[in-house]
């Protein structure tokens, strides 16, 4: 897991443009809201039968993406994941463009940089005081009939995977939702 984390901060500090890691985040997004909204290729069922919850859909993007969202049904073609997640990314490509030229190319890359190694970083430290908690308590799973070695490394890969996706949803909801505010004098 170290090796994975800090060969993905020397990717982070090794490149100027970090555009396309970031779009790669944003693909992951769309895809894991695309499949909630149409598991299998089909529109997910509700109470009410087989019907797209345009307000849930919006407030999914607009908390994920920072974007004002108004996505209605006939907008997604073709009516499946794919064709919401090609939505999503259109809109976020949009959105992100619009970013850059408002704050500035050469700010965006640096504020990606930023961005990237902060959310690792923190998210990082956060995972090693987890991994800690998880190495005192393990021993009682002994108790259960279970390999306390083996239980560890279970929930220790359960808890990287979940810092993995922590990061994307944080760099992208962070990234997205930067300003630049200007100091008055």
Not at 10 to 31: C, H, K, P, W, Y
Not at 126 to 153: C, T
């Amino acid at each position: 897991q170290r090796k994975v984390v800090y060969s993905w901060r020397r990717e982070v500090l090794g490149q100027d443009n970090l555009r396309e890691m970031i779009f790669s985040m944003v693909d992951e997004l769309a895809t894991v809201i695309s499949f909630d909204f149409f598991p299998g290729g089909k529109l997910r069922k509700t109470e009410n039968g087989r019907i797209l919850d345009e307000k849930e859909l919006n407030n999914a993007v607009s908390v994920m993406f920072q974007i004002p969202s108004s996505i209605r049904e006939n907008d997604i073609n073709p009516f499946n994941d794919q064709g919401l997640k090609n939505l999503l990314l259109k809109m976020a490509e949009e959105a992100y463009t619009k970013k850059e030229q408002t704050l500035g190319v050469e700010n965006i890359r640096h504020l990606e940089r930023v961005i990237l190694l902060s959310t690792i970083d923190s998210l990082w430290k956060d995972h090693l005081l987890a991994m800690d908690h998880l190495r005192e308590g393990i021993g009682l799973r002994g108790y259960a009939q279970k390999d306390p070695l083996v239980e560890y490394k279970k929930e220790g890969f359960r808890f990287f995977e979940m810092m993995m996706h922590q990061v994307t949803a944080d760099v992208i909801r962070k990234i997205f939702a930067v300003q630049l505010s200007h100091k008055e004098r």
